[in-house]
């Protein structure tokens, strides 16, 4: 089992920046593929970004170039930079664990999920 923490959320003006953590505790952290995703009122929650041990990286179009995920495993966290924010970015954002080692951009192929983090990015 693994237990996902994220913090860091909060308002931010357009085009400002957040930085999203998210601590992990319960199984080898390096062996565990990372990944956020986020979700709007009424949508469907959608991928972000996932990142392997590696370094192998996929991020969504609509945040290639403003976010950058990244990892540190002897702290056994992941990160979620985030800059150049806008309003559509507003979203409730969810880390994810997976154990198989491939990247993956669907949500279903994840097996741990975080309790989610607010950001409200104002115009």
């Known amino acids: 089992q693994v237990q996902l923490v994220e913090s860091g959320g909060g308002l931010v003006q357009a085009g400002g920046s957040l930085r999203l953590s998210c601590a992990a505790s319960?199984?080898?952290?390096?062996?565990?593929?990372m990944g956020w995703f986020r979700q709007a009122p009424g949508k469907e929650r959608e991928f972000v970004a996932a990142?392997?041990?590696?370094?192998?990286?996929a991020y969504a179009d609509s945040v290639r170039g403003r976010f950058t995920i990244s990892r540190d495993n002897a702290k056994n966290t992941v990160y979620l930079q985030m800059n150049s924010l806008k309003p559509e970015d507003t979203a409730v954002y969810y880390c994810?664990?997976?154990?198989?080692?491939?990247?993956?951009?669907?949500?279903?192929?994840?097996?741990?999920w975080g309790q989610g983090t607010q950001v409200t990015v104002s115009s």
């Open positions: 990142l392997r041990s590696g370094g192998s990286s």
């Open positions: 319960g199984r080898t952290f390096s062996n565990l593929v």
């Open positions: 994810a664990a997976k154990r198989e080692l491939s990247l993956s951009t669907l949500k279903s192929f994840y097996d741990y």
